[in-house]
């Protein structure tokens, strides 16, 4: 099947559906400009320079016991202030809009969902946008924890009481918040169309959420292949962008 028939296939899959879920990872945000740090380019770039995995330098044991170097890699390689929606966040918006989507379920930290003026965004991986102390829960901004002047060093101190100021990400070694998972699992079980984009459903406990689904079709866009692919009625190994961008224009609307 070519592209512009795989196309049409999920037009017609969005067409006859009145509650989508979308679900998605990394690959979305890299037509951003923002990259993929568990890509190889990456995993061997970060070895290089931090002496770590990505997996490793994001963990909690990492963040407890050497915070210098945690909020070193977060500030030089997660957040991209200059980052803009792409056609897969306004298409996705678009969605939402017309009364189609009625939730997207993120692996991402960036918030292009909610810049690209998507409403209902379920963040299991918390956002870059939003910081907290550690000691008494003062809330910060991300500029705060940029800014030189209110760090020792890397490592951002509140302004209150002195303590760590982190961002509210979820850590490699620490739970999803259950109240994010249980709005996902809900979203998804309701849902009649599944769309998975730009995640290898590599990890968990999101890549789990899959399980809860039971509508009519699953839909799985991803440049490379996925454990779930024998799962779904439709697979387009192809940029996300421009599928969902394709996609709009042959809606009935």
Request: glycine letters at 8%; proline letters at 4%.
């Amino acid at each position: 099947m070519s592209i512009a028939e795989q196309i049409r296939q999920l037009a017609g899959y969005i067409n006859a559906s009145s509650n989508i879920v979308f679900f998605g990872g990394a690959g979305v945000s890299t037509e951003s400009g923002i990259p993929d740090y568990r890509s190889e380019k990456g995993l061997y770039s970060t070895q290089d320079v931090y002496g770590y995995s990505p997996e490793a330098l994001l963990s909690h044991t990492v963040f407890a016991n050497n915070p210098e170097l945690f909020f070193r890699y977060y500030k030089e390689n997660l957040i991209a202030l200059d980052a803009k929606p792409n056609k897969a966040h306004q298409a996705l918006a678009t969605l939402e809009a017309i009364g189609k989507l009625k939730a997207v379920i993120t692996q991402n930290v960036d918030g292009l969902h909610q810049a690209a003026g998507s409403q209902v965004v379920h963040e299991l991986h918390g956002s870059n946008w939003r910081q907290y102390c550690m000691e008494c829960g003062q809330t910060y901004s991300l500029d705060f924890i940029l800014d030189p002047v209110n760090c020792d060093g890397w490592v951002p101190h509140c302004q209150t009481c002195g303590g760590i100021v982190r961002p509210q990400v979820v850590l490699y070694e620490e739970p999803l918040d259950p109240e994010v998972m249980e709005a996902a699992t809900a979203a998804i079980a309701n849902a009649e169309l599944m769309i998975i984009g730009g995640t290898s459903l590599a990890v968990y406990p999101a890549a789990g959420l899959i399980r809860f689904f039971r509508g009519s079709h699953l839909v799985l866009i991803n440049k490379s292949t996925t454990p779930y692919d024998s799962h779904a009625q439709l697979v387009i190994n192809e940029a996300i962008g421009e599928v969902l961008d394709g996609t709009i224009g042959l809606l009935e609307l």
